[in-house]
C-alpha cells in the first residue's frame, strides 16, 4: 500500500474465539483497496476466520468471541447498528466449495438483484449478462442461460458464483480458496478471471497454493495460529520475507 491511502479493509487487535479455541490472536491487517491481497498460512491458523470477520459471517456460529475491530471501508462493522444484509452485498464472498443453487444458471445470477426487489425482465437479463461477463463465463453460457447450474462443469461453477457475487454490486471481494478443487486451465481462468477484476474491486483471496498467491496477488498476509505473521507486497514477502517463520512456511518446510 502506498503511503497515506487508506486502506478498505482493516483489522485493529483482532481476536476471536470459538469456545475456548482462540482462532486470532490480536490482528492488525490493513487491506488496500483496487488490489489482491492473498492470506496464506498452515491449515487451521485462521485464514476462513479472519475472511468471515469482513462480513460478520462467523456471527452465524455458536459460541464466537470477537474483540478488537474490523473496519470496512472506514466504517466499523463490529457494532451492533450494522445492517448484515447491505455488509454482505457490499463484501461478497466465494466458497472453496462452489455452492450454485439448484436453479438455472440466469436465476443463480439474478439472486441477489430478485431477492432486492428487481423485477424489470430487461433489468434482470442486463444484470445477467454483465455479470457474467465480468465473470468471464459469458461466451460458455449464453446459449443455455435456462439450463441447470448444476450441469456446468466445476470451474463454470465456481465462475457462476464469482459471477452471482458480482451480480449485487459489492466494492470487495473474498475468496476462499476458490479453485482448490479445479483444474490447473481452470484455475488459470479464475485466476485471469480476478486479475481483470482488481481494476473495480477489492480483492481477498485465501489460498493454499503459493505459486497462485506469487501469481496474481499484489500484497500477500501471512497467519500462523491465529496471528499475522506478516504482511507486503508479494514480491518482496516471497523473495525476502522480514521473519524466518515467513521463509520457513514459504521455502516449504512446514505447512
Ligand atoms: N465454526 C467453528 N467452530 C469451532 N471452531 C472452529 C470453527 N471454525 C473454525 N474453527 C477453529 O478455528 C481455527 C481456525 O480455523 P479456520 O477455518 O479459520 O482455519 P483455516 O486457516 O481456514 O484452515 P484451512 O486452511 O484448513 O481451511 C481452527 O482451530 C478451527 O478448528
Ligand atoms: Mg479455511
Not at 486470532?24 to 476466520?49: F, M, Y
Not at 466499523?76 to 472453496?96: A, I, W
Not at 448444476?150 to 479453485?179: F, K, V, W, Y
Request: with cysteine; glycine share 6%; net charge neutral.
Amino acid at each position: 500500500m502506498t503511503q497515506g491511502d487508506d486502506p478498505v479493509l482493516e483489522t485493529r487487535e483482532l481476536s476471536l474465539h470459538y469456545g475456548p479455541v482462540r482462532a486470532l490472536a490480536e490482528v492488525d491487517l490493513r487491506v488496500p483497496g483496487r488490489r489482491i491481497t492473498a492470506v496464506i498460512g498452515p491449515s487451521g491458523c485462521g485464514k476462513t476466520t479472519l475472511l468471515r470477520c469482513f462480513n460478520r459471517m462467523n456471527d452465524a456460529y455458536p459460541k464466537v468471541r470477537v474483540s478488537g475491530r474490523v473496519f470496512v471501508e472506514g466504517v466499523d462493522v463490529t457494532t451492533s447498528e450494522v445492517d448484515l444484509e447491505s455488509l454482505r452485498k457490499r463484501v461478497g464472498m466465494v466458497f472453496q466449495k462452489s455452492n450454485p443453487f439448484p436453479m438455472s444458471i440466469r436465476r443463480n445470477v439474478t439472486f441477489g438483484p430478485r431477492m432486492s426487489g428487481v423485477r424489470d425482465p430487461a433489468r434482470l437479463a442486463e444484470i445477467a449478462e454483465h455479470s457474467l461477463r465480468l465473470a468471464d463465463l459469458w461466451a460458455e453460457v449464453s446459449h443455455r442461460l435456462d439450463e441447470s447450474a448444476l450441469d456446468l462443469s466445476g470451474g463454470q461453477q465456481q465462475r457462476l458464483c464469482i459471477a452471482r457475487a458480482l451480480a449485487n454490486e459489492p466494492d470487495i471481494l473474498l475468496l476462499d480458496e476458490p479453485a482448490s478443487s479445479l483444474d490447473p486451465i481452470s484455475t488459470a481462468k479464475i485466476e485471469d478471471t480476478l486479475v481483470r477484476l482488481k481494476e473495480r474491486y477489492t480483492i481477498v483471496i485465501v489460498t493454499h497454493n503459493l505459486q497462485q498467491a506469487a501469481r496474481v496477488a499484489d500484497f500477500t498476509a501471512f497467519l500462523m495460529a491465529g496471528r499475522l505473521v506478516e504482511f507486503g507486497a508479494t514480491a518482496r514477502m516471497f523473495t525476502n520475507p522480514r521473519e524466518k517463520l515467513s521463509e520457513d512456511y514459504i521455502t516449504g518446510r512446514f505447512g
